[in-house]
């Protein structure tokens, strides 16, 4: 007796939602490119990069139904937020930390994502913060559909919380705190570590005993999947699984997508003092762009032509983004507590 082979979900992806990915993955690409080259031409103060995490975290951002799912990112979410509905100019503007920035006005630190219309939720920056707030998130959405005490017509609509983090992150008490809840409690909630296998400047066997963070999804009682995160449509695949158990009530996912940064933790960062040129050589041979790109190619979805006008099309955005987000004028001293203490009247 033969078994029939199950379709991958990314399989059912049209033409025109691949090419869509494409660009989110080249647009985020461009748009990092060039916050590092600000920061060397001294005009911005910091930078996190998310390069080479770009497979993973567009994989995660086309797998849920974004702008009803609730989104918790971590510094390094650049292409998952820009799938999401943050544009270059937005997050250039926060890099200046210019009058108007989509964020917090200004106030906040860049990297820090917050867009209420696409309920992106601002996060801290002290790592793996987000994790029990997700989860707090996921736990209100089970509550308000199984009580049904809310008088609102999209409270039966499925929704889950994802949210994002390093493998380093998964050292802090507040991960084992969050992942715990959402075991207990079978909460509709994803929680993606982007495992690029650097906490900063410390290997991730100096992290944790264990081989794999999805070895420990076991001890939160919650199913736990590893994928290669340089590998979009992977990333997709196991995202998509991880969407339909939250929506059909069947609990949370822990999914570990093992990537690698091909650039310094952060711009503070000089990553030749903890390893090697020839690895990181190494693994830009394994670049998710180049390989999602190849296989566009290789399907006849991408021709040459197209590729062409997406790289102008990206480059003059950026070009654009750059000179706006430069031109636009700093906050006035009066906004100073504009948004950080409620009005007396109000309070």
């Known amino acids: ?18 090419l869509d990915m494409f660009w989110m993955m080249l647009l985020a690409r461009r748009t990092d490119e060039r916050a590092w080259v600000l920061h060397r031409q001294g005009k911005i103060a910091f930078h996190a990069s998310g390069i080479g995490h770009e497979g993973a975290q567009v994989g995660a951002a086309f797998a849920i139904n974004r702008g009803v799912d609730y989104v918790y990112p971590y510094y390094r979410d650049l292409a998952l937020s820009i799938s999401l509905g943050v544009t270059p100019l937005d997050y250039l503007m926060s890099t200046f930390g210019k009058k108007g920035e989509y964020s917090s006005g200004g106030k906040q630190m860049p990297c820090h994502y917050s ?38 017509a999209d409270v039966t609509q499925p929704r889950l919380a994802l949210t994002c983090l390093g493998e380093g992150s998964t050292s802090q008490g507040e991960w084992h705190e969050g992942m715990n809840w959402a075991g207990v409690h079978q909460l509709p909630f994803i929680c993606l570590v982007q495992n690029n296998l650097y906490a900063i400047s410390v290997p991730v066997d100096q992290q ?70 020839e690895e990181v050589e190494e693994w830009k041979l394994k670049d998710p762009i180049t390989r999602f790109q190849q296989y566009l190619t290789d399907e006849g979805i991408l021709t040459p032509d197209a590729l062409d006008d997406y790289q102008q099309r990206a480059k003059a955005q950026v070009d654009a983004a750059t000179q706006a987000a430069e031109a636009a004028p700093w906050p006035d001293i009066e906004e100073l507590y504009t948004g950080v203490y409620a009005p007396l009247e109000e309070a």
Not at 1 to 15: D, G
Not at 118 to 145: C, D, E, H, L, M
Not at 210 to 217: G, H, L, T, Y
Not at 243 to 261: H, M
């Open 1 to 18: 007796m033969t078994t029939k082979a199950v379709e991958r979900p990314s399989a059912q992806l049209s033409q025109e939602t691949l």
């Open 208 to 277: 944790m005993a264990v081989p794999n963070v999805a070895d420990r999804a076991a001890a939160y009682g919650m199913k736990g999947v590893m994928v290669d995160g340089n590998d979009m449509l992977a990333v997709y695949d196991v995202m998509k699984a991880a969407v339909e158990r939250a929506y059909n009530g069947d609990g949370p996912t822990l999914v570990e997508a093992k990537t690698y940064r091909t650039v310094p933790h952060s711009s503070d960062d000089d990553d030749r003092s903890y390893r090697s040129r």
């Open 115 to 152: 867009v209420k219309a696409s309920n992106i939720v601002s996060g801290s920056s002290v790592v793996a913060t987000q994790v029990p707030q997700a989860a707090g998130t996921a736990f209100a959405i089970k509550y308000r559909q199984e009580t049904g005490l809310v008088d609102r």
